[in-house]
């Protein structure tokens, strides 16, 4: 019996751990390919509005459009013609969720309203801890996610060459395209079961 009740157990917690599997994402750029971990553990807001768009195909064919060496890289927003798109309702800021802007971390970017996040997202090249809750505005940026492979295409992308575009600074000179970004399947399989 008491055999019986450890294998249960041991299939219950693996059960229970398959259920909380972060989704993975994979970013196809014309610089090479970024993989994220999202973290709808703790951030579920975030990562529930940024897997949406993700699966809505939102993010295919839009540019890291800022793009500043030694801070970040941002993007989910314009298209190659810097037009912007059209976004779904903005969200809730969950910055108070513990996460940090460290490297290689994603967090939502948004305006001075502490709550006006929808697609856009920027990926930290360096630990940006002013940017923590709770920064200056007594808000933060929101973390909710991580970059788990591809994190050298990510500073090659912090590293090519920037200028003004319209009203916009810091922009490609030659634009860095987000081809296309899915949720990886496997991750989604382990997470259902």
């Known amino acids: 019996m008491r055999k019986h009740l450890i294998a249960f157990v041991a299939l219950a917690t693996t059960a229970l751990s398959a259920l909380a599997a972060n989704p993975m994402v994979e970013l196809k750029t014309n610089q090479g390919e970024i993989v994220v971990e999202v973290f709808a553990d703790k951030a579920p807001k975030s990562a529930e509005n940024f897997v949406q768009y993700v699966k809505d195909g939102h993010y295919n064919g839009t540019v890291f459009h800022r793009v500043i060496d030694g801070f970040m890289i941002q993007g989910g927003g314009f ?38 996040a929808s697609s ?74």
């Open 79 to 116: 298209d190659t013609d810097m037009k912007q798109k059209s976004t779904r309702a903005p969200i809730e800021n969950e910055a108070k969720n513990g996460l940090k802007n460290e490297r290689g971390t994603l967090a939502m970017a948004r305006t001075a309203d502490p709550h006006s």
């Open 120 to 193: 856009q997202f920027f990926i930290n090249l360096v630990p940006n801890t002013f940017l923590d809750y709770p920064s200056r505005d007594g808000w933060g940026y929101a973390v909710f996610g991580k970059v788990v492979k591809g994190m050298d295409v990510v500073d090659k992308i912090g590293k090519v060459a920037t200028g003004n575009r319209g009203f916009h600074q810091n922009v490609p000179v030659e634009a860095v395209v987000v081809e296309s970004a899915r949720v990886l399947e496997a991750a989604a399989k382990k997470a259902a079961k």
